[in-house]
């Protein structure tokens, strides 16, 4: 079953020029896009370290894109305030770490915050169950997080397909999200799958033909 939502696109900033990220933020408004994908990591939950809420902060008068931030944090309660503060339009958390996740988006959502769960590759289907009413947006990572230009992991579109299945069993309408070696190959298996929100980094900062690129992905 495709997506009653219609496809976006969510560039990594991830992927940018970090001397430049407010350049970068151009090249996606420039491709005609509405939404930035904001990748937060903490050095514990994920072996990297990106860039904190005082950057997303600094960015957000540059651009009127929606912010898509996704913490990959081991306490990401902790955060959400800061990442408020700093403009966030949504916030997304993952499902793994010991925090109370439940009480975490209801107070993201109390904010006025759009709110999600992350899911990494080889985390059930059946841990986002209980979440789904509460979300916005549910990401499915396709490769483990933590770094950009990884292969994308196939074996994750089955689980795609049953979260799209209850979207349409339980008649709601959360965005899926995707994120993680998302291509012109790898993006119509999503869409395929019931995925409507396009998470790439590398493959949309090096695309050459920009417009092609958008539409390919988006399958518009
Ligand atoms: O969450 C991430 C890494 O943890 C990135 O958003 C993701 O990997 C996108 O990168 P690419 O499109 O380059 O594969």
Redesign the pocket.
């Given at each position: 079953m495709l997506s009653p939502n219609a496809c976006l696109l969510a560039p990594?900033i991830?992927?940018g020029d970090h001397a430049n990220l407010a350049a970068s933020l151009k090249e996606i408004e420039s491709a005609d896009l509405k939404w930035v994908?904001l990748?937060i990591?903490d050095g514990h939950f994920?072996p990297n370290l990106s860039f904190g809420p005082q950057t997303v902060k600094a960015l957000r008068p540059n651009s009127k894109l929606f912010f898509d931030v996704?913490l990959?944090l081991d306490n990401p309660d902790k955060y959400i305030d800061a990442f408020l503060d700093a403009g966030a339009d949504q916030i997304t958390i993952h499902v793994e770490p010991d925090y109370p996740v439940m009480e975490t988006l209801d107070y993201i959502r109390s904010k006025g915050c759009k709110c999600g769960i992350v899911l990494n590759p080889g985390t059930d289907a059946q841990v986002a169950k209980p979440f789904l009413e509460k979300c916005d947006i549910i990401l499915c990572?396709t490769?483990q997080?933590?770094?950009?230009?990884?292969s994308f992991r196939d074996d994750v579109l089955p689980k795609i397909k049953q979260i799209s299945d209850w979207r349409e069993s339980m008649d709601l309408n959360f965005r899926l999200e995707v994120?993680?070696?998302?291509d012109m190959e790898t993006a119509p298996l999503c869409i395929e799958h019931g995925a409507d929100t396009m998470?790439?980094?590398?493959?949309f900062f090096k695309a050459v033909d920009r417009p092609g690129f958008v539409k390919k992905v988006t399958g518009r």
């Open positions: 990594s991830l992927a994908h990748d990591m994920v996704h990959m990572m490769v997080p933590g770094f950009g230009g990884q994120d993680g070696g998302v998470v790439a980094g590398t493959a």
